[in-house]
Protein backbone atom coordinates (compact mmCIF):
# COMPACT_ATOMS: atom_id res chain seq x y z
CA UNK A 1 0.00 0.00 0.00
CA UNK A 2 1.14 3.27 -0.78
CA UNK A 3 1.82 5.89 1.49
CA UNK A 4 2.59 9.77 1.94
CA UNK A 5 3.98 11.54 4.35
CA UNK A 6 4.73 14.86 4.87
CA UNK A 7 6.79 16.37 7.27
CA UNK A 8 8.76 19.97 7.90
CA UNK A 9 5.81 22.64 8.57
CA UNK A 10 6.13 25.61 11.02
CA UNK A 11 5.87 28.88 12.24
CA UNK A 12 8.35 31.22 10.66
CA UNK A 13 8.65 34.90 9.86
CA UNK A 14 8.15 36.61 6.27
CA UNK A 15 11.38 36.42 4.74
CA UNK A 16 12.00 33.36 6.50
CA UNK A 17 12.91 29.47 4.54
CA UNK A 18 11.59 26.01 5.28
CA UNK A 19 11.96 22.84 3.88
CA UNK A 20 9.31 20.50 3.78
CA UNK A 21 9.98 16.65 3.36
CA UNK A 22 7.28 14.11 1.85
CA UNK A 23 8.57 10.54 2.00
CA UNK A 24 6.76 7.83 -0.09
CA UNK A 25 6.80 4.10 0.99
CA UNK A 26 5.02 0.99 -0.35
CA UNK A 27 6.45 1.01 -4.51
CA UNK A 28 9.24 1.58 -6.28
CA UNK A 29 9.78 5.24 -5.87
CA UNK A 30 11.06 6.77 -9.13
CA UNK A 31 8.69 5.97 -11.29
CA UNK A 32 6.23 8.42 -10.68
CA UNK A 33 5.54 11.90 -10.62
CA UNK A 34 5.16 13.76 -7.37
CA UNK A 35 3.47 17.03 -6.87
CA UNK A 36 3.06 19.92 -3.29
CA UNK A 37 -0.46 21.60 -3.46
CA UNK A 38 -1.66 23.67 -0.73
CA UNK A 39 -4.77 24.61 0.62
CA UNK A 40 -6.12 27.17 3.11
CA UNK A 41 -9.59 27.23 4.33
CA UNK A 42 -12.87 27.58 2.30
CA UNK A 43 -10.57 27.20 -0.67
CA UNK A 44 -9.54 24.42 -2.81
CA UNK A 45 -6.11 22.94 -3.29
CA UNK A 46 -3.91 24.90 -4.97
CA UNK A 47 -0.68 23.88 -7.67
CA UNK A 48 2.54 24.42 -6.24
CA UNK A 49 5.07 22.71 -7.62
CA UNK A 50 5.89 19.05 -9.26
CA UNK A 51 8.55 16.93 -10.41
CA UNK A 52 9.22 14.24 -13.17
CA UNK A 53 9.32 10.52 -12.35
CA UNK A 54 12.46 10.61 -13.14
CA UNK A 55 13.73 14.49 -11.53
CA UNK A 56 14.55 15.97 -15.60
CA UNK A 57 11.83 18.52 -15.22
CA UNK A 58 9.99 20.86 -12.67
CA UNK A 59 6.91 22.69 -13.02
CA UNK A 60 5.93 25.71 -10.49
CA UNK A 61 3.01 28.03 -9.81
CA UNK A 62 3.96 31.61 -11.16
CA UNK A 63 3.06 32.36 -7.42
CA UNK A 64 6.05 30.83 -5.88
CA UNK A 65 8.59 30.35 -9.08
CA UNK A 66 11.78 31.27 -8.06
CA UNK A 67 11.29 31.41 -4.62
CA UNK A 68 10.61 27.63 -4.47
CA UNK A 69 12.31 24.60 -5.13
CA UNK A 70 11.34 21.10 -5.60
CA UNK A 71 13.59 18.24 -5.61
CA UNK A 72 13.92 14.32 -5.08
CA UNK A 73 16.29 11.68 -3.41
CA UNK A 74 15.58 8.27 -4.27
CA UNK A 75 18.04 7.19 -1.89
CA UNK A 76 15.57 8.29 1.09
CA UNK A 77 12.79 8.25 -1.24
CA UNK A 78 11.56 11.71 -0.74
CA UNK A 79 10.32 14.79 -2.02
CA UNK A 80 11.50 18.34 -1.10
CA UNK A 81 10.09 21.50 -0.74
CA UNK A 82 12.19 23.98 -0.33
CA UNK A 83 10.67 27.40 0.35
CA UNK A 84 12.82 30.40 0.56
CA UNK A 85 11.61 34.05 0.69
CA UNK A 86 8.63 33.49 2.39
CA UNK A 87 5.61 35.70 2.56
CA UNK A 88 2.53 35.42 4.23
CA UNK A 89 0.52 34.56 1.62
CA UNK A 90 2.18 31.44 1.63
CA UNK A 91 0.66 30.21 4.98
CA UNK A 92 -1.70 27.16 4.31
CA UNK A 93 -1.50 23.14 4.82
CA UNK A 94 0.69 21.55 2.12
CA UNK A 95 0.01 18.39 0.87
CA UNK A 96 2.29 16.30 -1.41
CA UNK A 97 1.06 13.85 -3.84
CA UNK A 98 2.19 11.23 -6.32
CA UNK A 99 0.19 9.63 -9.14
CA UNK A 100 -0.78 5.91 -9.63
CA UNK A 101 0.71 5.96 -13.85
CA UNK A 102 3.94 5.18 -13.81
CA UNK A 103 6.17 7.18 -16.38
CA UNK A 104 4.26 9.99 -17.64
CA UNK A 105 5.76 12.74 -19.30
CA UNK A 106 4.27 15.94 -18.11
CA UNK A 107 3.98 16.09 -14.23
CA UNK A 108 0.25 17.26 -14.42
CA UNK A 109 -1.24 20.48 -12.31
CA UNK A 110 -4.56 19.31 -11.46
CA UNK A 111 -5.10 17.84 -8.18
CA UNK A 112 -7.27 15.22 -9.51
CA UNK A 113 -4.63 13.97 -12.01
CA UNK A 114 -2.96 12.60 -8.19
CA UNK A 115 -4.01 9.64 -6.71
CA UNK A 116 -2.39 9.53 -3.43
CA UNK A 117 -1.99 12.11 -0.88
CA UNK A 118 -0.62 12.52 2.53
CA UNK A 119 -1.91 14.17 5.82
CA UNK A 120 -0.40 17.36 4.92
CA UNK A 121 1.56 19.99 7.00
CA UNK A 122 0.90 23.22 8.42
CA UNK A 123 2.93 26.23 7.02
CA UNK A 124 2.47 30.06 8.94
CA UNK A 125 4.22 32.68 7.98
CA UNK A 126 3.83 35.83 10.23
CA UNK A 127 5.12 39.00 8.81
Known amino acids: QVQVVESGGGLVQAGDSLRLSCVISGRTFSNYNTAWFRQTAGNEREFVAA????????VYAQSVEGRFRISKEGAKNTVFLQMNSLKREDTAVYYC????????????????????WGQGTQVTVSS
Open 97 to 116: ATESTRYRNNPPRAARDYDY
Open 51 to 58: IKWNGAAT
